[in-house]
């Protein structure tokens, strides 16, 4: 929809030596893909991060680079490593985009983290592949945070005024490991309900269940070794209370425990085979 | 800067924060089309470079230097149709039309893998609500449906809809694919508040804005009580709304309007105006609502039309036939349970818009959305006290409606505004205001209790019905009179009793929406009927079969009061036969392996009125042109109920010819007869007898002038394709016209015809699905659909009206949820959050057509608009009791809203 407060765009093409001068009512402008689906009256200009040229993947034996700009589109088309396993996680947490195939050809990964909300798929994505974030303040100076501690609520994250977020690295150790996914819609191929990862070593043992969209922000719990399914449930409860759910017309609260404790079970069951 | 559209260039610069969609409307490229303006609905789809995306999420000026391709652009420059232009038009993969531009620019960029591998997934991000995609599917896999047309047999025919070709090249115009020079634009400011009284309006700030001209409060209105509900018949509505109040009954209502240059300044003009408000308690339970104490929504002050305003009844309604009493007595087992449902909304894909002109006669011009403009002008007449002949409303295409667009939600506002400054003025309502400040279908609340003997012989019904008519009336009554009429008419029982309420609340307002109160009450009995069964250990089918309504049968409810409604044909029998018969056969599908899924199958029947028991009427008028063909003038609009098509092959059949002659004029009350609307199901059975009655003798005429012109005898005259054979003679009409103009004759006339006496349609349907032991989705494995719609004028697009129907029955009953907070503000105002059915939620239904033909309705047919809905949910619910061992008795089922008995009772089961 037209932005009809905006007065200006401008093509940041650096961020850093004082290129841009941080104002009430700017934002950054990635796909534009959520700023232009709702009304945002407080916003004033827009700052185009497309302006700042940032190849969209970089893959390397050490992992994978993906720009905070990089379309859905391109990393869908990401073909994968034979030996990162866990790469089809990329497949699956674009096909949980509410969004159309369409809206993947302008969206950017970054956007759909920025954004922070609970049922954001790169968010899920890039939290269970351990994912490290990489930010820029206005001075150019760079820091990086573990993905799982980006989103802090519901539409909630770190990002302090003017800063944005880069990158996002996905390390090769978490792509090598074996995965498993499972999430739960209202609708055919509707938002996530409850999108639920899993991911053990190679050679089995330490397990890591990444539980999103039926949390706020997202969850991790790490095992050192395969746990049982008591020792899952247990671990699950304590961190996830019962208000620690999310509430909203895509799933009531205790529906999205009850399909978490269940699709967890049968991640843990799975993972816990031989590898395969 | 440059902008490359369709191979054209253009020079002209978007505004910084504009989306690519206004920007290609702005330059003329009408076929982008809104339907959510947030990325949801993909009616905005176009291709930059080839690929495809959602236009109203593309800042314009990234669409710089690149090849920009609409619908418009997408045949060849030879004007050769794109494949699968040609594809929608071979299937008819469109109603309304208004997604169309954009499911083919999303088709036409998919691969043959794309299609064959995952069409579901292409397609999620295109909403239909009128197809249920059946035909959708049919036109990108290339199934050709619409079948050839032969001169005078065009009735039975599948011919594809006059607009065809306009709607898959995105030429079709609806209401707002126009500009108007000096057009100014309107918002509104709606209440944050659901009851509040307005201390002071300071509106100095807006009008301060650059762009504003004008800025209405309620003080700037008529102060005139109306109703927002179109009727033929006001007297049928309460009057209890101002067009602009000082009392705030609902969240979303509208308070002020602005009028500016563009629609930013009139956005920013309501920011700016304040308003002070004193916020009154407020209620938005209909039994609270009931209860002494409660707050009032309307004071004893409005309509005394209001049954008792100080208990918030807008009516209540009492009747029956016999005693119930005696009936419960003589009952071996007795069923009694509520049953409950939600509000759903019509999600048209056209929002509500108009635009208002004053022309240089100085009369008032109004192009609109609506089901029916003549209502419409007669409603802009009272509240501005202006004369008929002062007055023209017309509508171009319309894009949806499903009784939405049976309200004036818009007109009023731009028509005070375009007389008021002498200037166009259009709105828009966004998709948010449709759903927060439009209306939704009736929650009701139906306590069904039923005594039958151990034979199953009914003897007794009693039904108790509280719908929440929301904060104002405005279809609170008709729906509440439907909802107890053919729900209770469909079973023969000595012993009836009815006590029904219509309860204001501050809520948004409830309307008319396809089933018209009666969806939510056959629900209820549908659902008894089945519990019932159980109780009885009889088979639904056979329960049903013993108790309903036979030819010949009056159809009693409220009383035994002489009725003009009658069993015109009777196919109800076949129905439940064909259901019965295709569960039995089973179509294949299974449930998915494992040990997982829990199956049963359910059924419901339905019976609705052919019209509304309101006056409802219809004239058509009929010429012969100059070139020989037709033009039948008729007022009711079309918006993808298909009547255009039905209009025209009843003309061609009856004067010989194909569809392709008859032109039509519509929807104009300055082009038209009168016509009461395109609502309560009479597309087919009022206006189309109208076109019946006026082609007969038409059809006369044109014989009795060519006999008496040639000298032959009239039973030697006939008429073939495009002339009139007399004899050995053959006249074209184009000279048979000429003939009669120069001798005086008339070869044109009109013919009226009226919603009495009424036939009855029925409807069964039948489910077979799968419900998960510990989620609670439910898999639909087989839909059987049965319509008795007497005669079928067109196959296809009968199939189109049920398939349509069923998609937005399976929607209310699986998907959609409107959710209203404790302050009584809608929280999922956008597609996203109200999720309305896509491609990847519609099972094939299995249809089958009774083979009836109606003793009342034009060539013996019926109407079948609205009809279909209404046993989907019941025979769901039945199904998931069936499935599940548990009735559930409020819809919708959505998992989360079920899993939990379902799994306490199963989930331990096999592993």
Redesign the interface.
């Known amino acids: ?9 401008r093509q940041a093409t650096a961020v850093a030596g004082g290129d841009v001068e941080w104002r009430d009512g700017d934002s950054w ?1 990635a ?3 959520w700023l ?3 009304p945002q ?1 407080y ?1 004033r200009r ?1 700052l ?1 991060l ?1 302006a700042m040229g940032w190849q969209p993947l970089e893959s390397s034996d050490g992992g994978l680079r993906v720009a905070a700009t990089c379309t859905i589109a391109a990393l869908y088309a990401f073909p994968g490593r034979p030996d990162w396993p866990a790469s089809f996680l990329i497949d699956e947490c674009c ?1 949980a985009f ?6 993947w ?2 969206a950017t990964v970054g956007g759909n983290i920025c954004m922070s909300l609970p049922a954001g798929p790169m968010i899920s994505l890039t939290t269970a592949l351990e994912g490290v974030y990489i930010i820029q303040g206005l001075d150019g100076a760079e820091r990086q945070m573990p993905a799982l501690d980006f989103v802090t609520g519901n539409h909630q994250n770190v990002l302090q005024p003017g800063e944005l977020l880069r990158a996002i690295d996905l390390p090769a150790a978490a792509l090598r490991k074996r995965a498993a996914f499972r999430r ?1 819609s ?6 996530s ?1 409850a999108l639920l990862i899993g991911t053990v070593l190679p050679q089995g043992g330490a397990f890591t269940l990444t539980v999103s969209a039926a949390t706020p922000r997202p969850v991790q719990i790490v095992f050192a070794e395969a746990p049982d399914a008591r020792a899952l449930r247990e671990r699950l409860n304590e961190a996830i209370p019962d208000d620690g759910y999310f509430d ?5 609260p ?3 425990k ?2 978490t404790h ?1 699709y967890a079970e049968q991640i843990r069951a799975e993972l816990a085979g031989a590898p395969a | 800067m440059s902008y490359h559209v369709n191979g054209k260039t253009f020079s002209e610069n978007p ?5 690519l ?2 920007f290609l409307r702005e330059l003329g490229w009408f076929g982008v089309k809104k339907g959510c ?4 609905c ?1 009616a905005c ?1 176009v291709w930059l470079d080839g ?4 236009s ?4 314009a ?2 669409a710089e230097g690149l090849q920009i391709t609409t619908i418009e652009g997408l045949a060849g420059e030879n004007g050769d149709l794109h494949p699968m232009q040609r594809q929608f038009l071979d299937a008819q993969g469109f109603q309304c039309g208004f997604c169309t531009a954009g499911m083919i620019m ?1 088709a036409a ?1 998919l691969s043959a893998e794309d299609i064959q591998g995952d069409l ?3 397609l ?3 909403l239909c609500r009128c197809t249920g995609y059946h035909a959708i599917e049919d036109a990108i896999h290339g199934v050709k449906t619409v079948e050839e047309d032969r001169p005078g047999a065009s009735v039975g025919t599948g011919v594809g809809a006059p607009a065809g070709p306009e709607v898959v090249t995105g030429k079709a115009r609806y209401t707002l694919d126009t500009t108007m020079e000096g057009m100014l634009h309107l918002k509104v400011l709606r209440a944050p508040h659901a009851h509040a009284k307005i201390v002071s309006i300071d509106k100095s700030a807006a009008l301060a804005v650059p762009g504003v001209h004008a800025v209405y409060t309620w003080q700037d209105v008529p102060r005139k009580l109306y109703t927002t509900s179109i009727h033929e018949d006001f007297r049928v509505d309460p009057n209890d709304t101002y067009m602009l109040d000082n009392i705030v009954r609902f969240v979303g209502q509208r308070i002020v309007a602005v009028v500016a240059e ?3 300044a009139a ?2 003009g309501c ?1 700016q105006v304040v308003v002070e408000y004193e916020v009154l308690p407020a209620v938005f339970d209909p039994e609270e609502a009931m209860r002494a104490g409660a707050p009032v929504v309307h004071d004893t002050s409005g309509d005394q039309f209001i049954r008792q305003p100080e208990r918030n009844i807008l009516i209540d309604i009492h009747g029956g036939i016999g005693d119930v009493e005696t009936g419960f007595a003589a009952a071996d087992v007795i069923h009694e349970a509520t049953y409950g449902t939600h509000r759903g909304q019509h999600a048209h894909l056209e929002t509500h818009c108009s635009i208002s002109w004053v022309d240089e006669d100085g009369r008032l011009n109004v192009r609109t959305t609506s089901q029916s403009p003549f209502i419409c002008r007669d409603k802009l007449c009272y509240l501005f006290g202006l004369g008929l002949q002062n007055v023209r409303v017309f509508c171009d295409r319309v894009g949806g409606g499903f009784g939405g667009k049976q309200e004036v939600l818009t007109e009023d506002l731009t028509a005070l505004a375009a007389i008021n400054t002498g200037r166009p003025v259009q709105w828009e309502f ?1 998709r948010e205001e449709q759903f927060s400040a439009s209306t939704v279908r009736h929650p009701m609340q139906t306590t069904v209790k039923l005594g039958a003997t151990r034979d199953g012989t009914l003897t007794a019904i009693q039904m108790r019905v509280v719908s929440n008519t929301g904060a104002y009336g405005n279809h609170g009554g008709e729906t509440l009179y439907h909802a107890c009429s053919e729900s209770v008419g469909l079973y023969r029982c000595p012993n009836k009793k009815i006590d029904a309420f219509a309860v204001y609340t501050n809520t948004l307002p409830s309307g008319a929406i396809r089933g018209y109160g009666l969806t939510q009450t056959l629900y209820a009995v549908e659902c008894a009927m089945d519990e019932l069964a159980r109780a009885l250990e009889m088979d639904p089918f056979d329960l049903r079969q013993k108790n309903v309504v036979r030819p010949g049968d009056p159809m009693l409810s409220l009383g035994e009061e002489a009725s003009d409604t009658e069993i015109g044909s009777y196919g109800l029998d076949e129905c439940a036969t064909q259901v019965r018969d295709a569960l039995a056969r089973g179509n294949g599908v299974a449930a998915p392996p494992g040990g997982d899924w829990l199956t049963g199958q359910g059924i419901a029947y339905a019976m609705h009125d052919a019209a509304p028991p309101t006056e409802h009427r219809s004239e058509a008028r009929l010429r012969v042109l100059e070139d020989g063909a037709f033009e039948l003038a008729i007022g009711t609009a079309e918006f993808g109920n298909g009547t255009t098509t039905q209009h025209v092959q009843i003309a061609a059949s009856t004067l010989g010819t194909v569809a392709d002659r008859v032109r039509v004029v519509q929807s104009d009350t300055d082009k038209t007869g009168f016509d009461t609307g395109a609502f309560a199901s009479t597309g087919t059975f009022v206006a189309s007898k109208a076109v019946w009655l006026a082609a007969e003798a038409l059809r006369e005429r044109i014989l009795d002038f060519a006999a008496s012109h040639t000298q032959v005898g009239r039973d030697m005259c006939r008429l073939d394709a495009a002339a009139v054979i007399c004899g050995e003679v053959r006249i074209p009409l184009g000279d048979l016209l000429q003939a009669a103009e120069t001798s005086g004759h008339q070869l044109a006339l009109s013919r009226r015809a009226y919603g009495s006496p009424r036939s009855v349609a029925f409807n069964v349907h039948g489910f077979r699905i799968a419900v998960h032991r ?3 989705e439910i898999i639909i494995l087989q839909s059987v659909h049965a319509a008795d719609a007497g005669t079928v004028i067109n196959p296809m697009q009968l199939r189109g009206q049920v398939e349509g129907a069923v998609a937005q029955g399976i929607g209310w009953a699986l ?1 959609e ?1 409107m ?1 209203i907070d404790e302050t009584g503000k809608v ?2 105002p956008q597609f ?4 309305i ?2 491609y ?2 519609i099972p094939r239904t299995e249809i089958f057509f009774a083979d009836t033909h109606d003793t009342i309705g034009p060539l013996g047919a019926k109407g079948m608009g609205e009809c279909p809905i209404n046993p989907v949910a019941p025979a769901l619910a039945n199904a998931l009791e069936d499935a599940t061992g548990i009735r559930f008795h409020d819809l919708p089922f ?4 079920i ?2 008995p379902i ?1 306490e009772k199963h989930g331990m089961a096999t592993a």
């Open positions: 929809m037209n932005l009809n407060t905006i007065e200006e765009v402008l796909g534009g893909t232009f689906s709702e009256p916003l827009l185009d497309r096909r509410l969004a159309s195939f369409k809206i050809n302008t739960m209202m609708t055919h191929m509707g938002r309900t909203d017309v895509h799933g009531a205790e529906y999205r009850h399909i269940y | 505004a910084a924060g504009q989306c969609r206004t303006d947030a990325g949801d993909g789809s690929v495809p995306v959602h109203c999420l593309i800042p000026y990234r999303t960029s579901a997934r292409h999620k991000g295109n563009s629609e930013a956005e920013e920011r966004t510990v989620t609670g998907y949820r959710v929280v999922n996203r959050n109200y999720r059915p896509a990847a939620d959505r998992p989360d809203l899993y939990r799994f």
